[in-house]
């Protein structure tokens, strides 16, 4: 990568509070930008719009997606924006290219009787199992995003008074209601299970591996799946399905989509509605009822 891209990560680190998953994407996406360039023997300051339509092009014969090429077209125009402010540039390549248009697919989410076999598969007799058991629990019952989890510290928890303090995108915190069935069973592996993992090593975490580290992304995602082949569930489900779940079971219980809104930690609203377009239960038994061809 240039020294302009290394720049700008630290910037978007620094200033913007981007989260680790979101500046290990904009380093591929800029990587795979800057070889472009290379291969084209073409300098970043001396890039034209026409160029650009060379990279898009050579994106899609690649075979990928539209939102694909938009999220790294993103990356390039923020790269640019960023040396146009910083004076290192005195125009802007990518201000008159079309982005393509991202297309919005609909959130798979779990039916509420799968959300219940999953966060509840796992073999609470055993410590692994009880761990499990408490992140599941954790997740459904907040909507958190996986990274919001593993990063959970001790002190971001008070199950007395029934909320967790989550730390979003953008560093920014918000407070989620932790009901009685969760906050149980996370206190239950906080006393029986978290303190045979930190004798030697605490990070603090929340939720640790037997060494005491944070808990990996990677594990996260294996907790998921162990349950789910305990519960029997088909299907590639991860850990997105139960916020994506937490969201859509909200709105079909009667919960005001701004509230969902704020537990979600969406900073806007139109990122929230599209649960909203997700078919309730009552929805299905209406149609099949009155549907002549249901």
Not at 124 to 144: F, H, K, N, S, V
Not at 157 to 176: E, F, M, P, S, W
Not at 255 to 283: C, E, F, K, N
Request: net charge positive; proline share 5%; aromatic share 6%.
């Amino acid at each position: 990568m240039t020294e302009a891209v290394v720049e700008y990560l630290g910037a978007l680190q620094t200033e913007q509070g981007a989260s680790r998953n979101t500046l290990a994407a904009y380093r591929r996406d800029l990587t795979d930008f800057t070889e472009f360039l290379r291969r084209a023997r073409c300098a970043l300051p001396n890039l034209a719009p026409d160029d650009l339509v060379v990279y898009l092009d050579g994106l899609r014969r690649r075979g990928l997606r539209p939102s694909s090429v938009a999220r790294r077209m993103s990356a390039v125009r923020g790269l640019y924006r960023h040396l146009l402010r910083s004076g290192a540039l005195d125009r802007d390549p990518t201000e008159y290219v079309e982005i393509p248009r991202r297309g919005r697919s609909l959130p798979r989410t779990l039916s509420l009787e799968a959300a219940t076999a999953l966060v509840e598969a796992p073999d609470t007799t055993e410590p692994r199992g009880l761990r499990d058991r408490a992140i599941l629990e954790l997740l459904y019952a907040t909507g958190m995003r996986a990274s919001e989890c593993l990063d959970l510290k001790l002190e971001d928890l008070n199950l007395q008074a029934g909320y967790v303090v989550c730390t979003g995108k953008g560093r920014t915190q918000r407070l989620v209601p932790v009901g009685a069935e969760a906050a149980a069973w996370v206190a239950r592996y906080m006393k029986e299970v978290r303190p045979r993992h930190t004798g030697r090593r605490d990070s603090g975490r929340l939720f640790v591996n037997p060494r005491g580290g944070r808990l990996s992304r990677q594990s996260l995602w294996v907790v998921v799946r162990r349950a789910a082949a305990r519960a029997g569930l088909r299907g590639r489900l991860s850990p997105h399905m139960l916020r994506h779940s937490f969201a859509s079971h909200l709105l079909q219980g009667g919960a005001d989509l701004r509230s969902v809104q704020a537990m979600l930690g969406h900073a806007d609203i139109a990122t929230t509605q599209i649960y909203t377009h997700l078919p309730t239960a009552a929805l299905t038994r209406m149609y099949r009822r009155f549907h002549p061809r249901a």
